[in-house]
């Protein structure tokens, strides 16, 4: 059974920085691209940032890119997303995600989903 769990969410004030972690299990962990996306209630889910199985590729989206850094420890069966100078519209509930195929942005082409984790930046 594949599960994707999620922890690190929460509230904190803007420019504040927060580690989201998703544990991984039940797949070949390195067989898989890991993704992380967000949602906020009544919109479309939205890429955050993914990476390839050797983490050797990675991509960002505009709005995050300089603040945000993906990793994964193989040896754990983890992925982090480490989020500095987080702004309000950061706000959302955050999801992990996993994919076998090529690609990284959109959410239908990912396997498998974790939980989500909300995480909330006061002005």
């Known amino acids: 059974q594949v599960q994707l769990v999620e922890s690190g969410g929460g509230l904190v004030q803007a420019g504040g920085s927060l580690r989201l972690t998703c544990a991984v299990s039940?797949?070949?962990?390195?067989?898989?691209?890991m993704g992380w996306f967000r949602q906020v209630p009544g919109n479309e889910r939205e890429f955050v940032s993914a990476?390839?199985?050797?983490?050797?590729?990675?991509e960002y989206s505009d709005s995050v890119r300089g603040r945000f850094t993906i990793s994964r420890d193989s040896a754990k069966n983890m992925v982090y997303l480490q989020m500095d100078n987080l702004k309000p519209e950061d706000t959302a509930i955050y999801y992990c995600?996993?994919?076998?195929?090529?690609?990284?942005?959109?959410?239908?082409?990912?396997?498998?989903w974790g939980q989500g984790t909300q995480v909330t930046v006061s002005s």
């Open positions: 995600a996993a994919r076998r195929t090529l690609g990284f942005r959109r959410p239908g082409e990912y396997d498998y």
């Open positions: 990476l390839t199985g050797g983490g050797t590729m990675i």
């Open positions: 039940g797949l070949t962990f390195s067989n898989y691209r």
